[in-house]
């Protein structure tokens, strides 16, 4: 299994990408439910092969799995969670010569909502798991023989990106963080912004990329920023033409909190009847974040096992499985 960040190896790779031919994709028909026309969830693997050949000029044998979740959360102003879901995909790169048969393994604990209307648009009452997804659809080629048995997916997989199954999920997760912001007013014409986030996930697990922003009062002038003591790689920024408070963190480490406190300084032109705590409350915010954690996924969905069929018994191809989190709304309420 790979844990590299992908972030990381992009800045090594120089491979040029493999365009791969519409017309060679099978079509989703319900994908709608998760997408927009004929979008698709971007994955997160430079497309070509990371090592394209072996030595001697052989093409390297591999195939890839990204199981890519974007989660939508709404918090409310007192820090509970007023709305989830996840919205995902499992996406594959197919680099196998001869287009072997394969076998993809997800939990066994796993169970899918009822009400489906075919095959494709797939949900059943199977068990009670600990991972409980709304619904799921799968591309065509997916044989679904022994799903409802032990939760296998078996294909054949065409050469190059191609999507397997998307899912749904609406029912309670632990969201990757966790955020809570104060805003008051801090004497005449002076406000504050007191805004903490703590990361839910391992602590060896680090998010990457991580960006939150946040509406402040119109009447907002200037602000600065206080962050903890000792931090590095991280940067704060108030954008005045459209009076947003911003906050990039470079990496973000699981179990940890970070602080940031804004002083904030209002108009002079500002209306003394407008000036209160509940006025500046209510012209501040949400505030909305976006991040991406790599091998990480909150659903909890595995692949406990990618079988290819062999060719002969030297044949054993390399097999990549990769997990990342992507905030698609994530917002908090002031």
């Not at 709305?83 to 899918?112: H, V």
């Not at 022994?146 to 990106?161: H, I, K, N, Q, W």
Request: hydrophobic share 35%.
């Amino acid at each position: 299994m790979q844990t590299t960040s992908t972030e990381v190896l992009k800045s090594y790779i120089f491979n040029e990408p493999i365009m791969v031919d519409a017309a060679r994709l099978q079509p989703l028909r319900p994908a709608a439910i998760f997408m927009q026309g004929t979008k698709r969830m971007p994955g997160t693997a430079i497309t070509k092969s990371v090592v394209a050949n072996e030595p001697g000029g052989r093409k390297r044998e591999e195939i890839f799995v990204d199981i890519i979740e974007k989660i939508s959360v709404t918090f409310s102003s007192s820090g509970y969670i007023l709305t989830s879901e996840i919205d995902a995909t499992i996406q594959m790169k197919s680099y196998l010569t001869g287009n072997p048969e394969t076998r993809l393994a997800l939990n066994e604990d796993l169970s899918i909502g009822r009400g489906g209307e075919s095959a494709n648009d797939y949900r059943s009452s199977y068990g009670s798991g600990a991972v409980i997804l709304d619904d799921c659809n799968f591309v065509e080629s997916v044989r679904l023989d022994s799903f409802d048995m032990d939760r296998t997916l078996a294909l054949v997989p065409p050469d190059g990106e191609f999507p397997v199954m998307n899912y749904r999920m609406t029912q309670e997760f632990k969201p990757p963080f966790h955020i809570n912001c104060l805003i008051e007013e801090a004497g005449h014409l002076k406000g504050e912004v007191i805004l903490k986030v703590r990361a839910e996930f391992p602590s060896n697990i680090t998010a990457n990329t991580v960006v939150l922003e946040m509406p402040l009062p119109k009447y907002t002038t200037r602000a600065s920023f206080e962050l903890e003591p000792g931090v590095t790689g991280q940067r704060t920024d108030f954008k005045g033409a459209n009076k947003k408070l911003e906050w990039d963190l470079e990496k973000f480490v699981g179990g940890v909190e970070h602080t940031l406190r804004a002083k904030l300084t209002f108009s002079q032109d500002l209306h003394e009847l407008w000036f209160n705590s509940a006025n500046i409350t209510k012209e501040a915010g949400p505030v909305s974040m976006t991040f991406t954690i790599p091998m990480y996924n909150v659903s909890r969905l595995q692949v406990k096992y990618l079988q290819i069929a062999k060719k002969s018994s030297s044949y054993n191809p390399y097999r990549w499985v990769r997990y990342v989190n992507q905030a698609n709304s994530y917002v908090a309420r002031i």
